[in-house]
Protein backbone atom coordinates (compact mmCIF):
# COMPACT_ATOMS: atom_id res chain seq x y z
CA UNK A 1 0.00 0.00 0.00
CA UNK A 2 1.21 3.81 -0.92
CA UNK A 3 -1.09 5.92 0.77
CA UNK A 4 -0.77 9.52 0.68
CA UNK A 5 -0.18 9.75 3.87
CA UNK A 6 2.75 7.26 3.86
CA UNK A 7 4.75 10.38 1.76
CA UNK A 8 3.23 13.67 3.33
CA UNK A 9 5.01 12.63 7.14
CA UNK A 10 8.53 12.57 5.69
CA UNK A 11 7.88 16.08 4.60
CA UNK A 12 9.18 19.58 6.31
CA UNK A 13 6.81 22.25 7.28
CA UNK A 14 8.13 24.32 4.28
CA UNK A 15 6.54 21.34 1.85
CA UNK A 16 3.59 20.93 3.50
CA UNK A 17 3.23 24.62 3.45
CA UNK A 18 3.67 24.87 -0.44
CA UNK A 19 1.28 21.75 -1.14
CA UNK A 20 -1.42 23.25 1.40
CA UNK A 21 -1.43 26.85 -0.53
CA UNK A 22 -0.84 24.66 -4.37
CA UNK A 23 -4.18 22.69 -3.89
CA UNK A 24 -5.82 26.05 -2.00
CA UNK A 25 -6.17 24.42 1.59
CA UNK A 26 -5.98 26.24 4.62
CA UNK A 27 -3.40 24.87 7.28
CA UNK A 28 -3.30 26.81 10.45
CA UNK A 29 -1.01 24.65 12.42
CA UNK A 30 2.59 24.52 13.12
CA UNK A 31 2.78 20.91 14.64
CA UNK A 32 3.98 18.67 11.48
CA UNK A 33 1.84 15.81 12.95
CA UNK A 34 -1.14 18.04 12.28
CA UNK A 35 -0.42 19.26 9.42
CA UNK A 36 -0.04 16.02 7.48
CA UNK A 37 -3.06 14.44 8.92
CA UNK A 38 -5.62 17.51 7.52
CA UNK A 39 -3.89 17.57 4.85
CA UNK A 40 -3.67 13.98 3.91
CA UNK A 41 -7.38 14.21 4.02
CA UNK A 42 -7.84 17.52 1.85
CA UNK A 43 -5.98 16.07 -0.99
CA UNK A 44 -7.83 13.07 -1.48
CA UNK A 45 -11.16 15.06 -1.43
CA UNK A 46 -12.39 13.98 -5.17
CA UNK A 47 -13.31 17.64 -5.84
CA UNK A 48 -10.11 19.10 -4.91
CA UNK A 49 -8.22 16.28 -6.83
CA UNK A 50 -10.42 17.45 -9.73
CA UNK A 51 -9.44 21.03 -9.71
CA UNK A 52 -6.16 19.95 -9.27
CA UNK A 53 -6.38 17.55 -12.20
CA UNK A 54 -7.73 20.70 -14.17
CA UNK A 55 -5.21 23.16 -13.76
CA UNK A 56 -2.73 20.16 -14.77
CA UNK A 57 -0.67 20.89 -18.49
CA UNK A 58 -1.56 18.60 -21.20
CA UNK A 59 2.25 16.91 -20.62
CA UNK A 60 1.88 16.52 -17.07
CA UNK A 61 -1.63 14.57 -17.76
CA UNK A 62 0.64 12.52 -19.44
CA UNK A 63 2.66 11.73 -17.13
CA UNK A 64 -0.21 10.83 -14.96
CA UNK A 65 -1.51 8.87 -17.31
CA UNK A 66 1.78 6.88 -18.06
CA UNK A 67 1.85 6.32 -14.30
CA UNK A 68 -1.58 4.79 -14.13
CA UNK A 69 -0.68 2.28 -17.03
CA UNK A 70 1.98 1.29 -15.28
CA UNK A 71 0.08 -0.07 -12.02
CA UNK A 72 0.83 3.38 -9.83
CA UNK A 73 4.32 3.26 -9.95
CA UNK A 74 8.15 4.20 -12.26
CA UNK A 75 11.34 3.75 -11.41
CA UNK A 76 12.50 7.39 -10.60
CA UNK A 77 15.53 7.48 -13.72
CA UNK A 78 12.14 5.81 -16.49
CA UNK A 79 9.90 8.22 -14.97
CA UNK A 80 13.07 11.08 -15.14
CA UNK A 81 13.95 10.51 -18.83
CA UNK A 82 11.10 11.32 -20.30
CA UNK A 83 9.32 14.23 -17.59
CA UNK A 84 11.92 15.72 -16.11
CA UNK A 85 13.77 15.68 -12.88
CA UNK A 86 12.19 16.82 -9.24
CA UNK A 87 15.15 19.19 -8.41
CA UNK A 88 16.34 18.44 -4.78
CA UNK A 89 15.59 21.83 -2.62
CA UNK A 90 15.57 22.53 1.10
CA UNK A 91 13.16 24.31 2.92
CA UNK A 92 14.43 27.72 2.88
CA UNK A 93 15.19 27.95 -0.94
CA UNK A 94 11.61 26.32 -1.36
CA UNK A 95 9.81 29.07 0.25
CA UNK A 96 12.50 32.19 -0.79
CA UNK A 97 11.79 31.54 -4.78
CA UNK A 98 8.76 29.76 -4.07
CA UNK A 99 9.08 26.93 -6.52
CA UNK A 100 5.40 25.31 -6.69
CA UNK A 101 4.36 28.31 -8.24
CA UNK A 102 6.69 27.80 -11.21
CA UNK A 103 7.81 24.37 -11.36
CA UNK A 104 9.83 23.06 -14.16
CA UNK A 105 8.41 20.12 -16.35
CA UNK A 106 5.80 17.47 -15.98
CA UNK A 107 7.13 15.69 -12.95
CA UNK A 108 7.79 18.63 -10.63
CA UNK A 109 4.21 19.78 -11.76
CA UNK A 110 2.52 16.52 -9.87
CA UNK A 111 4.94 16.98 -7.41
CA UNK A 112 4.21 20.35 -6.09
CA UNK A 113 0.46 19.33 -6.55
CA UNK A 114 0.39 16.91 -4.46
CA UNK A 115 -0.61 14.20 -7.19
CA UNK A 116 2.87 12.02 -6.55
CA UNK A 117 5.21 10.99 -4.10
CA UNK A 118 8.79 9.15 -4.10
CA UNK A 119 9.92 6.31 -2.11
CA UNK A 120 12.15 3.72 -2.01
CA UNK A 121 10.50 0.03 -2.77
CA UNK A 122 12.03 -3.59 -3.58
CA UNK A 123 9.95 -4.53 -6.36
CA UNK A 124 9.90 -5.65 -10.32
CA UNK A 125 13.39 -6.08 -10.66
CA UNK A 126 15.25 -5.31 -7.26
CA UNK A 127 15.40 -2.49 -4.86
CA UNK A 128 15.43 1.28 -5.94
CA UNK A 129 13.86 4.58 -6.12
CA UNK A 130 10.25 4.80 -7.41
CA UNK A 131 7.43 7.45 -8.23
CA UNK A 132 4.19 6.58 -6.89
CA UNK A 133 0.42 7.58 -7.63
CA UNK A 134 -0.67 7.41 -3.83
CA UNK A 135 -3.80 4.88 -3.73
CA UNK A 136 -6.08 7.65 -2.91
CA UNK A 137 -5.14 9.62 -6.36
CA UNK A 138 -5.01 6.42 -8.09
CA UNK A 139 -8.34 5.32 -7.18
CA UNK A 140 -9.63 8.47 -8.45
CA UNK A 141 -8.48 8.67 -12.15
CA UNK A 142 -10.32 7.94 -15.00
CA UNK A 143 -9.20 4.55 -16.76
CA UNK A 144 -6.13 5.72 -18.35
CA UNK A 145 -6.37 5.98 -22.17
CA UNK A 146 -4.28 3.10 -23.76
CA UNK A 147 -3.03 4.78 -26.40
CA UNK A 148 -0.54 3.86 -28.83
CA UNK A 149 -0.16 -0.91 -28.83
CA UNK A 150 1.83 -1.90 -25.73
CA UNK A 151 4.42 -2.68 -28.21
CA UNK A 152 4.15 -1.12 -31.77
CA UNK A 153 5.93 -3.32 -34.44
CA UNK A 154 5.99 -2.50 -38.08
CA UNK A 155 5.01 -5.80 -40.12
CA UNK A 156 6.03 -6.46 -43.51
CA UNK A 157 5.42 -8.71 -46.04
CA UNK A 158 7.56 -12.16 -46.26
CA UNK A 159 11.14 -11.47 -47.70
CA UNK A 160 11.26 -13.06 -51.59
CA UNK A 161 12.94 -16.41 -51.56
CA UNK A 162 13.16 -19.65 -49.46
CA UNK A 163 12.51 -19.89 -45.72
CA UNK A 164 15.80 -20.81 -44.66
CA UNK A 165 16.88 -20.21 -41.32
CA UNK A 166 19.92 -20.30 -39.33
CA UNK A 167 21.42 -23.67 -39.60
CA UNK A 168 20.99 -25.03 -36.51
CA UNK A 169 23.02 -25.43 -33.50
CA UNK A 170 22.45 -28.99 -32.97
CA UNK A 171 24.21 -30.06 -35.79
CA UNK A 172 27.45 -28.06 -34.62
CA UNK A 173 27.05 -29.44 -31.53
CA UNK A 174 27.17 -32.72 -33.35
CA UNK A 175 30.41 -31.94 -34.76
CA UNK A 176 31.84 -30.97 -31.71
CA UNK A 177 31.41 -33.80 -29.62
CA UNK A 178 32.17 -36.46 -32.83
CA UNK A 179 35.26 -34.61 -33.24
CA UNK A 180 36.18 -34.82 -29.03
CA UNK A 181 35.61 -38.38 -29.66
CA UNK A 182 38.28 -38.89 -32.13
CA UNK A 183 40.99 -36.80 -30.84
CA UNK A 184 43.05 -35.89 -28.13
CA UNK A 185 42.18 -32.32 -27.83
CA UNK A 186 44.44 -30.76 -25.06
CA UNK A 187 43.00 -27.02 -24.05
CA UNK A 188 45.06 -24.27 -22.44
CA UNK A 189 45.18 -23.70 -19.07
CA UNK A 190 42.44 -20.69 -19.65
CA UNK A 191 40.21 -23.55 -21.26
CA UNK A 192 41.13 -21.91 -24.99
CA UNK A 193 41.77 -24.81 -27.48
CA UNK A 194 44.80 -24.72 -29.62
CA UNK A 195 45.02 -23.38 -33.64
CA UNK A 196 44.93 -26.89 -34.82
CA UNK A 197 41.58 -28.00 -32.72
CA UNK A 198 40.14 -24.67 -33.67
CA UNK A 199 40.70 -25.02 -37.33
CA UNK A 200 39.50 -28.28 -37.34
CA UNK A 201 36.02 -27.71 -35.94
CA UNK A 202 35.66 -24.52 -37.76
CA UNK A 203 36.12 -26.61 -40.93
CA UNK A 204 33.71 -28.79 -39.59
CA UNK A 205 30.78 -26.78 -38.09
CA UNK A 206 28.14 -25.09 -40.39
CA UNK A 207 28.66 -21.46 -39.16
CA UNK A 208 32.15 -21.51 -39.07
CA UNK A 209 32.29 -18.69 -36.66
CA UNK A 210 34.83 -18.73 -33.82
CA UNK A 211 31.62 -17.22 -31.51
CA UNK A 212 29.62 -19.85 -32.95
CA UNK A 213 32.08 -22.06 -31.45
CA UNK A 214 32.78 -20.37 -28.07
CA UNK A 215 28.73 -20.97 -27.68
CA UNK A 216 29.04 -24.74 -28.72
CA UNK A 217 31.56 -25.16 -26.53
CA UNK A 218 30.12 -23.45 -23.02
CA UNK A 219 27.19 -25.44 -23.81
CA UNK A 220 28.58 -28.38 -24.05
CA UNK A 221 30.15 -27.71 -20.48
CA UNK A 222 26.57 -26.41 -19.34
CA UNK A 223 24.95 -29.79 -19.94
CA UNK A 224 27.66 -31.98 -18.96
CA UNK A 225 28.28 -33.53 -22.50
CA UNK A 226 32.26 -32.93 -22.15
CA UNK A 227 34.51 -32.19 -19.34
CA UNK A 228 38.22 -31.70 -19.14
CA UNK A 229 39.71 -34.94 -17.38
CA UNK A 230 43.03 -34.56 -16.57
CA UNK A 231 44.75 -32.70 -19.34
CA UNK A 232 42.35 -33.82 -22.12
CA UNK A 233 38.49 -32.69 -23.01
CA UNK A 234 36.34 -36.02 -22.60
CA UNK A 235 33.26 -37.15 -23.72
CA UNK A 236 31.06 -37.61 -20.46
CA UNK A 237 29.53 -40.94 -22.36
CA UNK A 238 25.67 -41.31 -20.54
CA UNK A 239 25.25 -37.79 -20.84
CA UNK A 240 26.21 -37.51 -24.62
CA UNK A 241 24.44 -40.65 -24.98
CA UNK A 242 21.11 -39.49 -24.05
CA UNK A 243 21.68 -36.32 -25.94
CA UNK A 244 22.48 -37.82 -28.98
CA UNK A 245 19.34 -41.01 -28.51
CA UNK A 246 16.50 -37.61 -27.86
CA UNK A 247 14.75 -36.56 -30.61
CA UNK A 248 15.21 -33.35 -32.88
CA UNK A 249 12.94 -31.12 -31.43
CA UNK A 250 14.00 -33.13 -27.65
CA UNK A 251 17.75 -32.26 -28.35
CA UNK A 252 17.09 -28.48 -29.58
CA UNK A 253 14.80 -27.82 -26.74
CA UNK A 254 17.56 -29.03 -24.78
CA UNK A 255 19.93 -26.15 -25.92
CA UNK A 256 17.53 -24.03 -25.61
CA UNK A 257 16.83 -24.34 -22.14
CA UNK A 258 20.28 -24.52 -21.36
CA UNK A 259 21.14 -20.93 -22.91
CA UNK A 260 17.55 -19.79 -20.81
CA UNK A 261 18.66 -20.92 -17.95
CA UNK A 262 22.11 -20.07 -17.40
CA UNK A 263 23.68 -17.28 -15.14
CA UNK A 264 27.51 -18.22 -16.32
CA UNK A 265 26.84 -16.76 -20.10
CA UNK A 266 26.58 -12.99 -20.36
CA UNK A 267 25.26 -12.47 -23.76
CA UNK A 268 25.66 -8.56 -23.23
CA UNK A 269 29.70 -9.33 -22.54
CA UNK A 270 29.81 -11.43 -26.44
CA UNK A 271 27.93 -8.86 -28.21
CA UNK A 272 30.92 -8.03 -31.08
CA UNK A 273 32.27 -4.30 -31.56
CA UNK A 274 31.47 -4.14 -26.84
CA UNK A 275 33.76 -5.24 -24.16
CA UNK A 276 32.48 -5.21 -20.21
CA UNK A 277 35.35 -3.66 -17.80
CA UNK A 278 34.22 -5.41 -14.55
CA UNK A 279 35.24 -2.23 -13.03
CA UNK A 280 33.29 -1.28 -9.43
CA UNK A 281 32.04 -4.89 -9.22
CA UNK A 282 28.97 -4.09 -11.61
CA UNK A 283 28.81 -7.70 -13.15
CA UNK A 284 28.46 -9.51 -9.74
CA UNK A 285 25.27 -7.95 -9.55
CA UNK A 286 24.03 -7.88 -13.37
CA UNK A 287 21.22 -10.71 -13.67
CA UNK A 288 21.82 -12.71 -17.10
CA UNK A 289 19.09 -14.70 -16.46
CA UNK A 290 16.23 -11.96 -15.55
CA UNK A 291 17.71 -10.13 -18.46
CA UNK A 292 16.82 -13.14 -21.01
CA UNK A 293 13.64 -13.65 -19.20
CA UNK A 294 12.50 -9.87 -20.00
CA UNK A 295 13.58 -9.85 -23.23
CA UNK A 296 11.68 -13.17 -24.17
CA UNK A 297 8.95 -11.64 -22.49
CA UNK A 298 9.09 -8.38 -24.95
CA UNK A 299 9.42 -11.52 -27.94
CA UNK A 300 6.51 -13.13 -26.85
CA UNK A 301 4.63 -9.70 -27.90
CA UNK A 302 5.45 -10.04 -31.36
CA UNK A 303 2.32 -11.26 -34.00
CA UNK A 304 3.12 -15.57 -34.01
CA UNK A 305 1.77 -15.56 -37.89
CA UNK A 306 3.94 -11.86 -39.42
CA UNK A 307 6.93 -10.60 -40.29
CA UNK A 308 8.38 -7.49 -38.56
CA UNK A 309 11.48 -5.48 -38.54
CA UNK A 310 14.41 -6.00 -36.73
CA UNK A 311 14.74 -1.78 -36.72
CA UNK A 312 11.20 -2.11 -34.95
CA UNK A 313 11.45 -4.32 -32.81
CA UNK A 314 14.17 -2.38 -31.30
CA UNK A 315 12.60 0.87 -31.17
CA UNK A 316 9.31 -0.86 -29.90
CA UNK A 317 12.16 -2.41 -26.97
CA UNK A 318 13.01 0.95 -26.47
CA UNK A 319 9.93 2.74 -26.20
CA UNK A 320 8.24 0.32 -24.17
CA UNK A 321 10.79 -1.20 -22.21
CA UNK A 322 13.94 0.46 -22.35
CA UNK A 323 15.01 -1.11 -18.81
CA UNK A 324 14.88 -4.33 -19.47
CA UNK A 325 18.33 -5.66 -18.60
CA UNK A 326 18.28 -2.41 -16.07
CA UNK A 327 15.37 -2.62 -13.38
CA UNK A 328 16.89 -0.13 -11.84
CA UNK A 329 17.11 2.27 -14.20
CA UNK A 330 20.91 2.56 -13.41
CA UNK A 331 22.71 3.71 -16.84
CA UNK A 332 25.74 5.38 -15.00
CA UNK A 333 27.38 2.62 -13.12
CA UNK A 334 28.36 0.02 -15.66
CA UNK A 335 31.50 0.00 -17.41
CA UNK A 336 30.85 -0.64 -21.37
CA UNK A 337 33.15 0.26 -23.65
CA UNK A 338 32.94 0.36 -27.46
CA UNK A 339 35.80 -2.32 -28.68
CA UNK A 340 37.16 0.18 -31.37
CA UNK A 341 37.73 3.18 -29.80
CA UNK A 342 37.83 2.41 -26.36
CA UNK A 343 35.22 5.13 -25.61
CA UNK A 344 33.00 4.14 -22.33
CA UNK A 345 29.01 4.04 -23.34
CA UNK A 346 27.35 5.60 -19.91
CA UNK A 347 24.48 7.44 -20.09
CA UNK A 348 20.94 6.89 -21.50
CA UNK A 349 22.14 8.43 -24.33
CA UNK A 350 24.31 5.08 -25.54
CA UNK A 351 21.05 2.88 -25.48
CA UNK A 352 21.21 2.24 -28.89
CA UNK A 353 25.16 1.71 -28.33
CA UNK A 354 24.61 -1.00 -25.45
CA UNK A 355 20.58 -2.00 -25.38
CA UNK A 356 20.05 -1.80 -29.20
CA UNK A 357 23.15 -3.93 -30.44
CA UNK A 358 22.31 -6.76 -27.66
CA UNK A 359 18.78 -7.08 -29.18
CA UNK A 360 20.49 -6.90 -32.70
CA UNK A 361 22.90 -9.44 -31.52
CA UNK A 362 20.45 -11.77 -29.82
CA UNK A 363 18.34 -11.53 -32.71
CA UNK A 364 20.87 -12.35 -35.60
CA UNK A 365 23.10 -14.68 -33.68
CA UNK A 366 22.45 -16.73 -30.34
CA UNK A 367 17.90 -16.78 -31.10
CA UNK A 368 18.90 -17.86 -34.50
CA UNK A 369 21.46 -20.26 -33.76
CA UNK A 370 18.85 -21.68 -31.37
CA UNK A 371 15.81 -22.11 -33.82
CA UNK A 372 13.67 -19.28 -32.18
CA UNK A 373 13.54 -16.79 -35.09
CA UNK A 374 14.16 -16.51 -38.34
CA UNK A 375 15.86 -13.12 -39.94
CA UNK A 376 16.43 -12.79 -43.56
CA UNK A 377 19.35 -10.80 -44.90
CA UNK A 378 17.13 -7.34 -45.64
CA UNK A 379 16.49 -7.04 -41.72
CA UNK A 380 12.80 -9.11 -41.36
CA UNK A 381 12.42 -11.44 -38.74
CA UNK A 382 9.57 -13.31 -37.32
CA UNK A 383 9.25 -16.00 -34.57
CA UNK A 384 9.69 -19.42 -35.49
CA UNK A 385 7.88 -22.39 -35.20
CA UNK A 386 10.20 -23.69 -32.71
CA UNK A 387 10.49 -20.76 -30.78
CA UNK A 388 6.69 -20.26 -30.31
CA UNK A 389 7.03 -23.49 -28.35
CA UNK A 390 10.02 -21.97 -26.51
CA UNK A 391 8.34 -18.81 -25.41
CA UNK A 392 5.22 -20.90 -24.69
CA UNK A 393 2.97 -19.30 -27.33
CA UNK A 394 0.18 -21.80 -28.98
CA UNK A 395 1.87 -23.47 -31.59
CA UNK A 396 1.57 -26.57 -34.32
CA UNK A 397 2.36 -29.52 -33.11
CA UNK A 398 5.90 -30.79 -33.42
CA UNK A 399 6.25 -33.45 -35.95
CA UNK A 400 9.04 -35.89 -34.74
CA UNK A 401 9.78 -38.15 -38.12
CA UNK A 402 11.07 -41.71 -37.35
CA UNK A 403 14.30 -41.84 -38.73
CA UNK A 404 14.84 -44.68 -41.39
CA UNK A 405 17.76 -46.92 -42.33
CA UNK A 406 20.56 -46.22 -43.69
CA UNK A 407 21.41 -47.35 -47.15
CA UNK A 408 24.95 -48.57 -47.69
CA UNK A 409 25.84 -48.64 -51.40
CA UNK A 410 28.21 -50.82 -53.33
CA UNK A 411 30.10 -47.90 -54.36
CA UNK A 412 30.68 -47.75 -50.37
CA UNK A 413 29.00 -45.10 -49.31
CA UNK A 414 26.26 -44.57 -47.05
CA UNK A 415 23.41 -42.67 -46.97
CA UNK A 416 21.64 -41.37 -43.68
CA UNK A 417 17.95 -39.97 -44.70
CA UNK A 418 17.25 -36.89 -42.78
CA UNK A 419 16.94 -35.52 -40.47
CA UNK A 420 18.49 -38.68 -39.30
CA UNK A 421 19.53 -40.17 -36.08
CA UNK A 422 22.44 -38.40 -34.48
CA UNK A 423 23.46 -41.82 -32.32
CA UNK A 424 23.66 -43.84 -36.06
CA UNK A 425 25.74 -41.21 -37.50
CA UNK A 426 27.92 -40.50 -34.41
CA UNK A 427 28.75 -44.49 -34.75
CA UNK A 428 29.50 -43.71 -38.04
CA UNK A 429 32.04 -41.07 -37.77
CA UNK A 430 33.78 -43.58 -35.89
CA UNK A 431 35.01 -45.74 -39.47
CA UNK A 432 33.70 -43.48 -42.42
CA UNK A 433 34.06 -39.86 -43.78
CA UNK A 434 31.41 -37.44 -44.16
CA UNK A 435 31.44 -36.31 -47.78
CA UNK A 436 27.98 -34.33 -47.67
CA UNK A 437 25.91 -32.94 -45.06
CA UNK A 438 22.58 -31.87 -47.04
CA UNK A 439 21.54 -35.11 -48.03
CA UNK A 440 24.15 -36.86 -45.54
CA UNK A 441 26.61 -39.24 -46.91
CA UNK A 442 29.53 -41.01 -45.45
CA UNK A 443 32.16 -42.51 -47.46
CA UNK A 444 34.28 -46.19 -46.34
CA UNK A 445 37.25 -46.27 -46.49
CA UNK A 446 40.53 -48.26 -45.75
CA UNK A 447 41.80 -45.61 -43.73
CA UNK A 448 38.35 -44.66 -42.07
CA UNK A 449 38.40 -48.78 -40.76
CA UNK A 450 42.29 -48.33 -39.91
CA UNK A 451 41.03 -45.60 -37.34
CA UNK A 452 38.43 -47.56 -35.51
CA UNK A 453 40.74 -50.83 -35.69
CA UNK A 454 43.41 -48.84 -34.36
CA UNK A 455 40.63 -48.06 -31.60
CA UNK A 456 40.30 -51.36 -30.35
CA UNK A 457 37.12 -51.63 -32.74
CA UNK A 458 36.43 -55.43 -34.53
CA UNK A 459 35.78 -55.14 -38.13
CA UNK A 460 32.93 -57.53 -36.77
CA UNK A 461 31.37 -54.93 -34.60
CA UNK A 462 31.67 -52.44 -37.90
CA UNK A 463 29.63 -54.96 -39.96
CA UNK A 464 26.92 -55.87 -37.49
CA UNK A 465 26.52 -51.86 -36.88
CA UNK A 466 25.75 -51.78 -40.63
CA UNK A 467 23.84 -54.89 -41.44
CA UNK A 468 21.72 -53.48 -38.12
CA UNK A 469 21.67 -49.95 -39.09
CA UNK A 470 20.73 -50.43 -42.67
CA UNK A 471 17.61 -53.09 -41.92
CA UNK A 472 19.87 -55.93 -43.26
CA UNK A 473 20.91 -54.79 -46.59
CA UNK A 474 24.68 -54.68 -46.50
CA UNK A 475 26.48 -55.30 -50.25
CA UNK A 476 28.51 -58.27 -50.16
CA UNK A 477 30.99 -56.51 -51.82
CA UNK A 478 30.86 -54.12 -49.27
CA UNK A 479 30.82 -56.66 -46.39
CA UNK A 480 34.29 -58.51 -48.37
CA UNK A 481 36.04 -55.52 -48.93
CA UNK A 482 35.86 -54.20 -45.06
CA UNK A 483 37.35 -57.79 -43.96
CA UNK A 484 39.69 -57.50 -46.73
CA UNK A 485 40.93 -54.01 -45.19
CA UNK A 486 41.02 -55.76 -41.80
CA UNK A 487 42.95 -58.43 -42.93
CA UNK A 488 45.87 -55.88 -44.08
CA UNK A 489 45.69 -53.52 -41.04
CA UNK A 490 48.95 -54.06 -38.94
CA UNK A 491 50.42 -56.09 -41.99
CA UNK A 492 53.08 -53.52 -42.53
CA UNK A 493 54.36 -50.65 -40.35
CA UNK A 494 56.29 -47.48 -41.29
CA UNK A 495 58.70 -46.20 -39.21
CA UNK A 496 61.28 -42.69 -40.22
CA UNK A 497 65.00 -43.98 -39.60
CA UNK A 498 68.53 -42.62 -40.08
CA UNK A 499 71.20 -44.00 -41.44
CA UNK A 500 74.55 -44.28 -40.11
CA UNK A 501 77.61 -44.97 -42.18
CA UNK A 502 81.43 -45.67 -40.93
CA UNK A 503 84.26 -45.64 -43.17
CA UNK A 504 85.60 -48.94 -41.92
CA UNK A 505 84.34 -52.47 -40.36
CA UNK A 506 86.34 -51.34 -37.39
CA UNK A 507 84.74 -48.45 -36.64
CA UNK A 508 81.33 -50.38 -36.56
CA UNK A 509 82.51 -52.47 -34.29
CA UNK A 510 83.54 -49.93 -31.29
CA UNK A 511 80.34 -48.29 -31.68
CA UNK A 512 78.26 -51.70 -31.14
CA UNK A 513 80.19 -52.80 -28.09
CA UNK A 514 80.94 -48.90 -26.19
CA UNK A 515 78.27 -48.28 -23.74
CA UNK A 516 77.48 -45.30 -25.36
CA UNK A 517 76.42 -45.95 -28.22
CA UNK A 518 75.95 -49.60 -27.90
CA UNK A 519 71.85 -49.67 -27.84
CA UNK A 520 71.87 -47.21 -30.65
CA UNK A 521 73.34 -49.31 -33.89
CA UNK A 522 71.48 -52.31 -33.30
CA UNK A 523 70.09 -52.77 -36.57
CA UNK A 524 72.76 -53.77 -39.31
CA UNK A 525 72.19 -53.32 -42.68
CA UNK A 526 75.75 -53.77 -43.58
CA UNK A 527 79.15 -54.10 -42.42
CA UNK A 528 79.23 -50.56 -42.39
CA UNK A 529 76.05 -49.71 -42.08
CA UNK A 530 72.96 -49.72 -39.22
CA UNK A 531 70.01 -47.94 -39.10
CA UNK A 532 68.98 -45.23 -36.24
CA UNK A 533 65.66 -44.60 -35.23
CA UNK A 534 64.84 -40.80 -35.71
CA UNK A 535 63.93 -40.11 -32.39
CA UNK A 536 67.64 -41.80 -31.08
CA UNK A 537 69.35 -39.01 -33.54
CA UNK A 538 70.40 -36.20 -31.18
CA UNK A 539 71.32 -38.63 -28.09
CA UNK A 540 73.65 -40.83 -30.70
CA UNK A 541 74.83 -37.42 -31.82
CA UNK A 542 76.01 -36.36 -28.42
CA UNK A 543 77.33 -39.78 -27.88
CA UNK A 544 79.58 -39.67 -30.88
CA UNK A 545 81.13 -35.99 -30.05
CA UNK A 546 81.61 -36.82 -27.01
CA UNK A 547 83.85 -39.90 -27.98
CA UNK A 548 85.55 -37.93 -30.21
CA UNK A 549 83.92 -39.52 -33.72
CA UNK A 550 82.48 -36.77 -35.01
CA UNK A 551 83.11 -33.22 -34.85
CA UNK A 552 80.86 -30.50 -32.92
CA UNK A 553 77.87 -29.48 -35.38
CA UNK A 554 78.71 -25.75 -35.13
CA UNK A 555 82.12 -26.53 -36.12
CA UNK A 556 81.76 -29.38 -38.76
CA UNK A 557 78.61 -27.08 -40.65
CA UNK A 558 81.17 -23.96 -40.65
CA UNK A 559 82.73 -23.87 -44.42
CA UNK A 560 84.43 -20.78 -42.94
CA UNK A 561 86.29 -22.44 -40.24
CA UNK A 562 89.92 -24.07 -40.95
CA UNK A 563 90.30 -27.18 -40.44
CA UNK A 564 94.08 -28.07 -39.12
CA UNK A 565 95.77 -31.33 -40.33
CA UNK A 566 97.89 -33.30 -37.87
CA UNK A 567 101.18 -32.45 -37.85
Not at 127 to 145: K, M, N, S, T, Y
Not at 177 to 198: F, M, N, S
Not at 306 to 326: G, I, N, Y
Request: glycine share 10%; with cysteine.
Amino acid sequence: MHSLRRFLVDYDMAMLRALAESRGVSLDTNVQAEAVDRLAAALAEPLSVRAALARLSPEALEALAALARAGGRLRVPQFARTYGQIRPVGPGRLVREALWRKPEGPAEELWYAGLIGRGFADEGGGPGEFVFLPDEILALLPAPDPGRPTFPLETVPPPAGPDRGAPSLVRDLFAYLVYLHGHDVRPYADGRLGRRDTAALLRRMVGGSQRRLDFVRHLAARLGLAARQAHLLRLEAAAAKAWLTATPVEQLAVLQNAWRSDPTWMDLCHVPGLHCDDAGGWLASYDPVAAREAFLDLLAQCPPDAWWTVDSFVAAVKETHPDFQRPDGDYGSWYVREAGSGDYLSGFGSWDAVEGRLIRDLLGGVLSWLGVVRVAPGGECRVAEAGLRFLGLPAPPAVEVTPGPITVRPDFCVEVPGPGDLYTRFQLERFADLKDEDPCVYSLSAAGLGRALGRNVQVEQILAFLSQAAGGNLPANVAGQLRLWAGRFGQVELEEVVVLRTRSERALKELSVLPETRAYVTRRLSPVTVLVRKEDLPALRRALQALGFLLPRDEADDPDLPHHQPG
